[in-house]
């Protein structure tokens, strides 16, 4: 079997043979032609072939010219959104532009490292690796990603300032523009990312469909209510039970809470109210006797009994909530003693709770009554329980929910403010996650799905759950897909306490698009979910020998090479670290991978004076789709 190998990082000898050949053409044509008289026609006979075989030389000649002024850097792409807006197709979304990276690509890459002269003129320009792009750069065409593909989910792998915000920017303004339900959970706040996501509505004509909320900016932010959405009262004490802070093990007083929570949350929603996270901070820290009350003067009323005039209502009441309550559950049990069937199994609970010992109830609810206190501290107070009714209410006056945001095809930006404030950002990250499995079972349950929900997490480590993982298993049925970026891989465990939970979170994911990452194990573990290839690579030898028997000093000499090959990953795990900004790789589900090149979104008031730049309008308009 012939083998042939060609290193591309070589003198160019090309240009050395096209010389000679075109040179040689001249001559022979000026001897023949001038100096010997012959035709026109007689001259070109020789010297017609020696020009054509110099035009071939000359050609790759300049091919080898473009591919290393290729590999020598990259330009910007900047992008307004009425360019934007042509690049998009109705079943897929623009990704910048790239090409397939292909074996012949990786063994490119393994010839440049070998070639130090080239290697060290690249590398010392302080861009980053941009020969990575430019080794296949005369294949670029536009990038897609198949709607088909993406509803199994995408994670981003990027260290910091690799270029994740600009690819959120370009994910978002996408689905604004194509009138899907967009949510943006980002735990530090980036201003810029919201700025861009509130100008891509305005473009759009929706500028009434955005929302912001962030508990930093208290007079601009709207009230979030993550309790608004629940079919049954133990979703409710689930989602706040599942932000109590445990040792990953099963945890009695976690279980306790949920069920004094499923309690609490049955008389608040008894009495006629609807639950917010500051309602559950009385019953906590000061008994539930008013919730009681009003739950079994609901039952009554329900039953179609009376209760005595005392207990009817607050303005006729006379004594303490505690005396009057239980004097209100003595009038429970005589009622179902003498009639069984009047029984209300939830309301036995809530008296139980009522009944329980206040000094055991305390300890057993000692993990929760912290979490309460910091989701009701300060402004959070009006910013996550808005209550109309009550007069509570944020300064902005708006009050949203994730289930309004999802049906009305709004947008919505969650700063968490983990900078300042990381447990309760956490916290609220967490709420919101949980808001939006309970929502997507909703969807699932009823069929109400009718267009993409695009949920973009940052820093997703910050806000990891069981709920995410929940949201990432089983969101794709409700059409929900999640954009979920991290720094490394290493952060779901960390955060987590679990190396089998950050498995999970990225076995849920079907699409991997990975910035530069500086974490080795980061980038190993991006290595392992591509192919390995061979790549060939020359081995020289030289050896001396002297014939010791030989009456002479007689001596050898031998010189060999032999092409040898050794597998390596498609992409090897240093080059995970040596992208330059704004680039990346991308893995499909289908085992597709991609080199691809971000644009900027310029904002709408920017300069378009960019001359010197790449416009992206200009190139081919050929795409490439990942699938």
């Not at 303005?315 to 029984?343: C, F, I, N």
Request: hydrophobic residues 40%; aromatic residues 8%; negative net charge.
């Amino acid at each position: 079997m012939k083998i042939e190998y060609r290193s591309d990082f070589r003198p160019n000898f090309e240009g050395k043979l096209a010389f000679i050949w075109l040179s040689g053409a001249v001559m022979v044509f000026l001897v023949q032609h001038v100096t010997l008289g012959l035709r026109l026609e007689a001259s070109m006979v020789v010297a017609g072939p020696m020009l054509a075989v110099g035009l071939y030389y000359l050609a790759q000649a300049r091919g080898n010219v473009s591919r290393d002024r290729r590999i020598h850097g990259q330009e910007v792409l900047f992008m307004d959104l009425p360019e934007l807006s042509a690049k998009m197709l109705p079943d897929r979304m623009f990704l910048g532009t790239g090409f397939d990276w292909s074996a012949q690509l990786a063994q490119r890459v393994a010839d440049l490292y070998r070639s130090h002269e080239t290697f060290d003129s690249v590398r010392g320009r302080g861009q980053g690796a941009t020969f990575l792009h430019g080794l296949g750069a005369e294949k670029e065409r536009a990038i897609y990603l198949l709607d088909d593909e993406s509803k199994g989910h995408v994670l981003i792998v990027g260290t910091t300032g690799a270029g994740k915000t600009r690819l959120f920017d370009l994910l978002v303004t996408q689905s604004v523009l194509r009138g899907e339900a967009t949510i943006i959970i980002d735990p530090k706040g980036d201003q810029e990312l919201m700025r861009n996501c509130e100008a891509a509505y305005q473009r759009a004509g929706r500028g009434g469909d955005f929302s912001f909320f962030h508990p930093a900016f208290v007079k601009e932010s709207c009230a979030l209510d993550p309790l608004a959405n629940y079919q049954r009262e133990s979703e409710l004490a689930s989602r706040i039970a599942a932000i109590i802070p445990t040792d990953g093990k099963d945890n009695v007083f976690q279980s306790y809470s949920q069920s004094a929570l499923m309690s609490i949350f049955y008389g608040i929603i008894a009495g006629g109210e609807p639950p917010t996270i500051l309602d559950i901070q009385e019953p906590l820290t000061q008994g539930s006797a008013r919730i009681l009350l009003r739950a079994i003067r609901r039952w009554s009323e329900r039953q179609g009994l009376t209760l005595p005039g005392n207990l009817a209502s607050d303005e006729s009441a006379g004594g303490s909530y505690d005396k009057r309550t239980a004097q209100a559950v003595a009038y429970y049990h005589s009622a179902v003693t003498e009639k069984p069937p009047l029984r209300d199994y939830d309301l036995d609970g809530l008296i139980g709770l009522f009944e329980h010992d206040s000094a055991h109830f305390s300890k057993m609810v000692a993990s929760l009554i912290p979490v309460i206190g910091q989701l009701c501290s300060g402004p959070l107070k009006e910013l996550l329980s808005p209550a109309p009714q009550a007069g509570r209410m944020p300064a902005s006056g708006e009050v949203v929910n994730v289930a309004n945001v999802v049906r009305g095809r709004r947008g919505l930006y969650i700063g968490l403010d983990t900078l300042s404030d990381g447990i309760v950002g956490s916290r609220v990250g967490q709420l919101v996650l949980s808001d939006l499995t309970a929502l997507a079972g909703m969807q699932y349950n009823f069929g109400e799905a009718s267009g993409f929900v695009n949920i973009f997490v940052d820093e997703a480590s910050e806000v990891v759950t069981d709920k995410l993982i929940q949201l990432l298993n089983k969101g794709r049925g409700a059409r929900f897909r999640l954009f979920v970026a991290t720094q490394t891989l290493s952060d779901f465990a960390a955060r987590s306490g679990s190396e089998a939970i950050a498995q999970m979170m990225v076995g849920n994911m079907n699409s991997v698009i990975m910035l530069r990452t500086i974490n080795p194990e980061t980038q190993e573990s991006l290595a392992t979910l591509l192919p390995e290839i061979p790549v060939s690579y020359v081995m020289k030898t030289a050896s001396t020998s002297l014939n010791e028997r030989a009456a002479s000093a007689a001596f050898g000499v031998s010189h060999g090479e032999r092409l040898m090959e050794e597998k390596v990953p498609m992409i090897a795990p240093q080059t995970f670290g040596d992208l330059s900004d704004l680039e990346y790789f991308a893995r499909t589900p289908r085992g597709r991978i991609l080199k691809g090149k971000l644009p900027i979104l310029s904002a709408p008031d920017g300069d378009d004076n960019r001359a010197a730049s790449l416009r992206l309008s200009g190139m081919d308009q050929e795409e490439i789709v990942l699938g």
